[in-house]
């Protein structure tokens, strides 16, 4: 069982930064796909990043590309999301997601992680 512990998450006025933090109780860490999904309220879980195992390979949705950047450390068992220009439609619960799959390769859909964490409130103000 991996345990993921988000963190980082705010009040922070539009054009601002934020950086999130997840920490995974895993070992194998370094064997797992990382992404980051978030939530909006009354909309469903949406895909924000991954990032291969060497950290390599990355995915972004279109909203956020050129402006978010997905990282890890897998000596530390962290991975990072660095937010930058944020805007109002940032606003969620942003979780932190493990992927078992043998595959290094970064992975948009839900139902290819196996561990979720608890989420981070992120709140831009306008």
């Known amino acids: 069982q991996v345990q993921l512990v988000e963190s980082g998450g705010g009040l922070v006025q539009a054009g601002g930064s934020l950086r999130l933090a997840c920490a995974a109780s895993?070992?194998?860490?370094?064997?797992?796909?990382m992404g980051w999904f978030r939530q909006a309220p009354g909309k469903e879980r949406d895909f924000v990043s991954s990032i291969s195992w060497s950290g390599a390979l990355t995915y972004y949705a279109d909203s956020v590309k050129g402006r978010f950047t997905i990282s890890r450390d897998n000596a530390k068992n962290m991975v990072y999301l660095q937010m930058n220009t944020l805007k109002p439609e940032d606003t969620a619960v942003y979780y932190c997601?493990?992927?078992?799959?043998?595959?290094?390769?970064?992975?948009?859909?839900?139902?290819?992680?196996?561990?979720w964490g608890q989420g981070t409130q992120v709140t831009v103000s306008s």
């Open positions: 997601a493990a992927s078992r799959g043998g595959v290094s390769r970064p992975r948009r859909l839900a139902e290819e992680y196996d561990y």
């Open positions: 895993e070992r194998a860490f370094s064997t797992y796909v």
